[in-house]
Protein backbone atom coordinates (compact mmCIF):
# COMPACT_ATOMS: atom_id res chain seq x y z
CA UNK A 1 0.00 0.00 0.00
CA UNK A 2 1.39 3.42 -0.77
CA UNK A 3 2.45 6.24 1.86
CA UNK A 4 0.06 9.26 1.96
CA UNK A 5 1.00 12.34 3.24
CA UNK A 6 -1.60 13.94 5.92
CA UNK A 7 -2.39 17.39 7.18
CA UNK A 8 -5.24 18.13 9.76
CA UNK A 9 -6.58 21.74 10.99
CA UNK A 10 -8.03 21.38 14.23
CA UNK A 11 -6.81 18.24 14.63
CA UNK A 12 -8.29 17.08 18.46
CA UNK A 13 -7.93 13.72 18.35
CA UNK A 14 -5.95 13.49 14.66
CA UNK A 15 -8.85 10.81 13.22
CA UNK A 16 -7.32 10.91 9.90
CA UNK A 17 -4.30 8.40 10.36
CA UNK A 18 -5.70 5.58 12.67
CA UNK A 19 -8.43 6.00 9.46
CA UNK A 20 -6.37 5.29 6.68
CA UNK A 21 -4.08 3.10 8.78
CA UNK A 22 -7.35 0.72 9.17
CA UNK A 23 -7.60 1.20 5.45
CA UNK A 24 -3.66 -0.20 4.69
CA UNK A 25 -2.24 2.64 4.14
CA UNK A 26 1.15 4.22 5.55
CA UNK A 27 0.89 7.40 6.69
CA UNK A 28 3.14 10.91 6.83
CA UNK A 29 2.00 13.53 8.81
CA UNK A 30 3.26 16.97 7.59
CA UNK A 31 1.23 19.17 9.62
CA UNK A 32 -1.14 19.01 12.35
CA UNK A 33 -2.88 22.06 14.16
CA UNK A 34 -4.76 21.97 17.44
CA UNK A 35 -4.91 24.83 20.16
CA UNK A 36 -5.64 22.42 23.53
CA UNK A 37 -2.10 21.63 24.83
CA UNK A 38 -2.62 18.51 26.10
CA UNK A 39 -4.02 16.99 22.56
CA UNK A 40 -1.10 18.92 20.96
CA UNK A 41 1.23 16.62 22.98
CA UNK A 42 -0.33 14.03 22.32
CA UNK A 43 -0.48 14.29 18.48
CA UNK A 44 3.02 15.60 18.61
CA UNK A 45 3.77 12.15 20.76
CA UNK A 46 2.26 9.52 18.30
CA UNK A 47 1.94 10.76 14.81
CA UNK A 48 5.81 13.26 14.65
CA UNK A 49 4.05 15.64 12.40
CA UNK A 50 6.74 17.87 10.47
CA UNK A 51 5.23 21.01 11.58
CA UNK A 52 2.59 21.53 14.51
CA UNK A 53 0.46 24.85 15.21
CA UNK A 54 -1.58 25.80 18.06
CA UNK A 55 -3.86 28.32 15.98
CA UNK A 56 -4.46 27.23 12.65
CA UNK A 57 -5.43 30.58 12.31
CA UNK A 58 -2.06 31.98 12.28
CA UNK A 59 -0.09 29.32 10.43
CA UNK A 60 0.68 30.29 7.26
CA UNK A 61 3.91 27.70 6.62
CA UNK A 62 5.19 26.34 3.36
CA UNK A 63 2.97 23.42 2.30
CA UNK A 64 4.07 20.38 0.21
CA UNK A 65 1.78 17.73 -1.78
CA UNK A 66 -0.49 16.58 0.53
CA UNK A 67 -2.67 13.71 -0.59
CA UNK A 68 -5.76 13.82 2.20
CA UNK A 69 -6.50 16.96 4.21
CA UNK A 70 -8.64 16.67 7.31
CA UNK A 71 -10.62 19.14 9.59
CA UNK A 72 -13.05 19.36 11.82
CA UNK A 73 -13.06 22.98 13.03
CA UNK A 74 -14.87 24.01 16.29
CA UNK A 75 -19.02 23.43 15.44
CA UNK A 76 -20.07 25.54 18.84
CA UNK A 77 -21.35 28.54 16.49
CA UNK A 78 -23.71 25.97 14.89
CA UNK A 79 -24.52 23.72 17.36
CA UNK A 80 -27.49 23.46 19.03
CA UNK A 81 -25.70 22.90 22.22
CA UNK A 82 -23.63 26.54 21.80
CA UNK A 83 -25.47 29.78 21.93
CA UNK A 84 -25.75 29.36 18.20
CA UNK A 85 -24.48 32.72 17.01
CA UNK A 86 -23.44 31.33 13.64
CA UNK A 87 -20.71 33.51 11.62
CA UNK A 88 -21.07 35.75 14.30
CA UNK A 89 -19.27 33.66 16.68
CA UNK A 90 -15.00 34.57 16.43
CA UNK A 91 -14.95 30.75 16.22
CA UNK A 92 -16.78 30.68 12.82
CA UNK A 93 -13.69 32.40 11.32
CA UNK A 94 -11.46 29.15 12.30
CA UNK A 95 -13.60 26.98 9.59
CA UNK A 96 -12.64 30.22 6.60
CA UNK A 97 -8.96 30.26 7.34
CA UNK A 98 -9.58 26.02 7.00
CA UNK A 99 -11.24 26.80 3.72
CA UNK A 100 -8.06 29.37 2.69
CA UNK A 101 -5.48 27.30 3.54
CA UNK A 102 -7.42 24.08 0.93
CA UNK A 103 -7.18 27.10 -1.32
CA UNK A 104 -3.75 28.28 -0.53
CA UNK A 105 -1.71 24.05 -0.57
CA UNK A 106 -4.40 22.90 -2.70
CA UNK A 107 -4.15 19.04 -1.38
CA UNK A 108 -4.98 16.42 -3.29
CA UNK A 109 -8.21 15.42 -1.88
CA UNK A 110 -10.07 17.08 1.29
CA UNK A 111 -12.48 15.51 3.90
CA UNK A 112 -14.05 18.31 6.65
CA UNK A 113 -16.49 16.93 9.13
CA UNK A 114 -18.96 19.33 11.18
CA UNK A 115 -22.58 19.29 13.14
CA UNK A 116 -24.99 19.10 10.82
CA UNK A 117 -26.70 22.78 11.98
CA UNK A 118 -24.67 24.16 9.41
CA UNK A 119 -26.61 22.98 6.80
CA UNK A 120 -30.07 24.50 8.47
CA UNK A 121 -31.58 27.42 7.09
CA UNK A 122 -30.42 29.73 9.76
CA UNK A 123 -26.39 29.07 8.65
CA UNK A 124 -27.01 28.64 4.90
CA UNK A 125 -25.29 31.64 3.72
CA UNK A 126 -22.22 30.77 5.92
CA UNK A 127 -22.30 27.18 4.96
CA UNK A 128 -23.34 28.46 0.74
CA UNK A 129 -19.89 30.69 1.03
CA UNK A 130 -17.65 28.01 2.38
CA UNK A 131 -18.71 25.79 -0.50
CA UNK A 132 -18.38 28.34 -2.90
CA UNK A 133 -14.71 29.18 -1.22
CA UNK A 134 -14.17 25.29 -1.82
CA UNK A 135 -15.34 25.58 -5.77
CA UNK A 136 -13.67 28.41 -6.35
CA UNK A 137 -11.56 28.37 -9.52
CA UNK A 138 -12.74 25.21 -10.66
CA UNK A 139 -10.17 23.30 -8.96
CA UNK A 140 -12.20 20.46 -6.86
CA UNK A 141 -15.12 18.45 -7.24
CA UNK A 142 -16.84 19.29 -3.67
CA UNK A 143 -19.86 17.36 -2.22
CA UNK A 144 -21.27 17.29 0.44
CA UNK A 145 -24.01 15.28 2.88
CA UNK A 146 -25.56 14.39 6.55
CA UNK A 147 -24.17 10.67 7.69
CA UNK A 148 -25.69 9.25 10.92
CA UNK A 149 -23.33 7.37 13.36
CA UNK A 150 -25.68 4.63 13.25
CA UNK A 151 -26.84 4.18 9.44
CA UNK A 152 -23.04 4.84 7.92
CA UNK A 153 -21.11 3.66 10.79
CA UNK A 154 -22.89 0.82 12.73
CA UNK A 155 -22.49 2.40 15.59
CA UNK A 156 -24.88 2.32 18.37
CA UNK A 157 -25.70 6.05 18.47
CA UNK A 158 -27.38 8.73 16.37
CA UNK A 159 -24.77 11.32 15.61
CA UNK A 160 -25.72 13.16 12.53
CA UNK A 161 -22.59 14.83 11.09
CA UNK A 162 -22.14 16.82 7.63
CA UNK A 163 -18.98 16.09 5.27
CA UNK A 164 -17.82 17.77 3.11
CA UNK A 165 -15.63 16.23 0.32
CA UNK A 166 -13.18 17.64 -2.26
CA UNK A 167 -11.59 15.79 -4.93
CA UNK A 168 -9.04 17.16 -7.43
CA UNK A 169 -10.42 17.41 -10.81
CA UNK A 170 -7.60 16.72 -12.82
CA UNK A 171 -6.34 13.94 -10.78
CA UNK A 172 -9.76 12.16 -9.67
CA UNK A 173 -9.60 8.77 -11.52
CA UNK A 174 -14.18 8.19 -10.61
CA UNK A 175 -16.27 10.10 -9.33
CA UNK A 176 -16.22 10.25 -5.43
CA UNK A 177 -19.82 8.87 -3.91
CA UNK A 178 -20.77 8.96 -0.67
CA UNK A 179 -21.40 5.26 0.81
CA UNK A 180 -24.20 3.69 1.25
CA UNK A 181 -26.09 3.16 4.32
CA UNK A 182 -25.44 0.05 6.15
CA UNK A 183 -27.55 -2.96 5.79
CA UNK A 184 -29.87 -3.12 9.31
CA UNK A 185 -27.93 -6.36 9.93
CA UNK A 186 -24.47 -5.24 10.08
CA UNK A 187 -25.73 -2.09 13.08
CA UNK A 188 -25.24 -2.30 16.23
CA UNK A 189 -27.36 -1.71 19.14
CA UNK A 190 -26.17 -0.77 22.24
CA UNK A 191 -27.43 -4.00 24.17
CA UNK A 192 -25.29 -5.95 21.04
CA UNK A 193 -22.54 -3.97 22.55
CA UNK A 194 -23.39 -4.96 26.29
CA UNK A 195 -23.83 -8.25 25.80
CA UNK A 196 -20.29 -9.18 24.53
CA UNK A 197 -18.46 -10.54 26.38
CA UNK A 198 -15.12 -8.34 25.35
CA UNK A 199 -12.62 -7.38 27.96
CA UNK A 200 -12.32 -4.24 25.42
CA UNK A 201 -15.42 -2.58 27.19
CA UNK A 202 -15.44 -1.92 30.76
CA UNK A 203 -19.16 -3.33 31.03
CA UNK A 204 -19.84 -5.17 34.34
CA UNK A 205 -17.94 -8.19 34.38
CA UNK A 206 -19.92 -10.02 36.97
CA UNK A 207 -23.80 -11.58 35.69
CA UNK A 208 -25.18 -9.44 38.62
CA UNK A 209 -23.55 -6.53 37.63
CA UNK A 210 -24.99 -6.59 33.66
CA UNK A 211 -28.37 -7.77 35.10
CA UNK A 212 -28.22 -4.79 37.56
CA UNK A 213 -27.32 -2.39 34.66
CA UNK A 214 -29.59 -3.98 31.89
CA UNK A 215 -32.49 -3.13 34.74
CA UNK A 216 -31.11 0.70 34.88
CA UNK A 217 -31.33 0.82 31.19
CA UNK A 218 -34.77 -0.71 30.67
CA UNK A 219 -35.63 2.15 33.46
CA UNK A 220 -34.17 4.57 30.66
CA UNK A 221 -36.72 2.35 28.27
CA UNK A 222 -39.81 3.23 30.31
CA UNK A 223 -38.88 6.98 30.88
CA UNK A 224 -38.68 7.60 27.15
CA UNK A 225 -35.45 6.16 25.64
CA UNK A 226 -35.99 2.95 23.33
CA UNK A 227 -32.86 0.68 23.83
CA UNK A 228 -33.61 -1.40 20.95
CA UNK A 229 -32.64 2.22 19.27
CA UNK A 230 -29.22 2.99 19.37
CA UNK A 231 -28.34 5.22 22.18
CA UNK A 232 -27.17 8.86 21.82
CA UNK A 233 -23.81 9.72 22.88
CA UNK A 234 -24.70 12.08 26.29
CA UNK A 235 -23.40 15.28 23.94
CA UNK A 236 -26.04 14.56 20.61
CA UNK A 237 -28.38 13.19 23.02
CA UNK A 238 -28.74 16.88 24.94
CA UNK A 239 -28.31 18.58 21.68
CA UNK A 240 -30.83 16.71 19.82
CA UNK A 241 -33.63 15.80 22.82
CA UNK A 242 -33.80 19.20 24.21
CA UNK A 243 -37.59 20.32 23.08
CA UNK A 244 -38.44 17.35 24.61
CA UNK A 245 -38.40 17.91 28.62
CA UNK A 246 -39.44 13.87 29.36
CA UNK A 247 -36.36 12.97 26.95
CA UNK A 248 -34.01 15.61 28.77
CA UNK A 249 -34.87 13.89 31.94
CA UNK A 250 -33.41 10.88 30.77
CA UNK A 251 -30.17 12.17 29.59
CA UNK A 252 -29.84 13.91 33.06
CA UNK A 253 -30.62 10.68 34.25
CA UNK A 254 -28.22 8.99 32.45
CA UNK A 255 -25.48 11.45 33.63
CA UNK A 256 -26.47 11.36 37.34
CA UNK A 257 -26.98 7.26 37.84
CA UNK A 258 -24.31 5.47 38.92
CA UNK A 259 -25.15 2.59 36.70
CA UNK A 260 -24.72 4.62 33.58
CA UNK A 261 -21.57 5.34 34.49
CA UNK A 262 -20.65 1.60 33.52
CA UNK A 263 -21.59 2.32 30.07
CA UNK A 264 -19.77 5.73 30.26
CA UNK A 265 -16.47 4.57 31.16
CA UNK A 266 -13.58 5.73 28.89
CA UNK A 267 -13.50 2.07 27.44
CA UNK A 268 -17.12 2.43 26.72
CA UNK A 269 -17.60 5.91 25.07
CA UNK A 270 -14.13 4.68 22.94
CA UNK A 271 -15.88 1.95 21.90
CA UNK A 272 -18.87 3.97 20.90
CA UNK A 273 -17.53 6.40 18.75
CA UNK A 274 -15.21 3.33 17.61
CA UNK A 275 -12.02 5.01 18.44
CA UNK A 276 -9.75 2.47 19.58
CA UNK A 277 -8.76 0.91 22.98
CA UNK A 278 -5.79 0.34 23.33
CA UNK A 279 -3.74 2.52 25.83
CA UNK A 280 -0.98 3.83 23.44
CA UNK A 281 -3.86 5.94 21.75
CA UNK A 282 -4.77 7.75 25.02
CA UNK A 283 -1.22 9.07 25.72
CA UNK A 284 -0.88 11.41 28.79
CA UNK A 285 -4.03 12.85 28.57
CA UNK A 286 -6.39 12.35 31.44
CA UNK A 287 -9.59 10.71 31.63
CA UNK A 288 -12.08 13.79 31.17
CA UNK A 289 -9.17 15.69 28.79
CA UNK A 290 -9.88 12.20 26.55
CA UNK A 291 -13.47 11.76 27.05
CA UNK A 292 -14.08 15.35 26.51
CA UNK A 293 -12.29 15.39 22.96
CA UNK A 294 -14.19 12.19 22.05
CA UNK A 295 -17.01 14.15 22.57
CA UNK A 296 -16.18 15.95 19.51
CA UNK A 297 -14.29 13.84 17.27
CA UNK A 298 -14.71 12.00 14.69
CA UNK A 299 -17.06 8.63 14.52
CA UNK A 300 -14.29 6.39 13.24
CA UNK A 301 -16.25 3.89 10.97
CA UNK A 302 -18.07 6.78 9.31
CA UNK A 303 -14.95 8.37 8.34
CA UNK A 304 -13.24 5.25 7.35
CA UNK A 305 -15.86 4.23 4.86
CA UNK A 306 -15.92 7.70 3.59
CA UNK A 307 -12.22 7.26 2.97
CA UNK A 308 -12.17 3.60 1.42
CA UNK A 309 -14.72 5.96 -0.96
CA UNK A 310 -12.17 8.60 -1.81
CA UNK A 311 -9.38 6.12 -2.51
CA UNK A 312 -11.81 4.62 -4.76
CA UNK A 313 -12.48 7.97 -6.81
CA UNK A 314 -8.53 8.46 -6.63
CA UNK A 315 -7.13 5.18 -7.29
CA UNK A 316 -4.56 5.42 -4.44
CA UNK A 317 -4.46 1.39 -3.51
CA UNK A 318 -4.54 0.72 -7.48
C1 LIG B 1 -14.62 19.71 16.71
S1 LIG B 1 -13.04 19.49 17.39
C2 LIG B 1 -12.21 18.54 16.18
C3 LIG B 1 -12.15 17.12 16.53
C4 LIG B 1 -11.36 16.26 15.58
N1 LIG B 1 -11.89 16.27 14.23
C5 LIG B 1 -11.35 14.84 16.13
O1 LIG B 1 -11.85 13.93 15.50
O2 LIG B 1 -10.84 14.66 17.24
C6 LIG B 1 -12.32 21.06 17.11
C7 LIG B 1 -10.90 21.16 17.64
O3 LIG B 1 -10.34 22.41 17.21
C8 LIG B 1 -9.48 22.89 18.22
N2 LIG B 1 -9.26 24.32 17.93
C9 LIG B 1 -10.04 25.38 18.30
N3 LIG B 1 -9.49 26.53 17.85
C10 LIG B 1 -8.36 26.20 17.17
C11 LIG B 1 -7.37 26.96 16.46
N4 LIG B 1 -7.44 28.29 16.35
N5 LIG B 1 -6.33 26.28 15.90
C12 LIG B 1 -6.25 24.93 15.99
N6 LIG B 1 -7.16 24.17 16.66
C13 LIG B 1 -8.20 24.79 17.23
C14 LIG B 1 -10.21 22.55 19.49
O4 LIG B 1 -9.34 22.49 20.60
C15 LIG B 1 -10.83 21.17 19.16
O5 LIG B 1 -9.99 20.12 19.59
Known amino acids: MPKLVIAEDCAGLGPLAPCLKQLGFKVEAFYMSESDPALLQRLSDLYHPQKLS ?36 VRAKIGKAVVMRIRRWLPETFILENVKALTYRKNRKH ?25 YGGLPQRRSRVWIIGTTIHATKRKFRFPKPLPKRKRTKLM ?18 RKRLRAGLKKINKLGGDLDEPWCSVRSSI ?80
Open 54 to 89: DDCTKYKGVEKLINVFGSGPPCQPFSPIGQRRGHKD
Open 127 to 151: FAKLLRLLKADGYYDVQWKVLDTWN
Open 192 to 209: DLLGRKSQEYQFPKTAGG
Open 239 to 318: AELRKSSKESQVVVWCLASPVLELVLTLFGRRAMEGWSTSAKDVGDLSVRQFGMALGNAWPIPVAVRILHQLDRAMGWSG
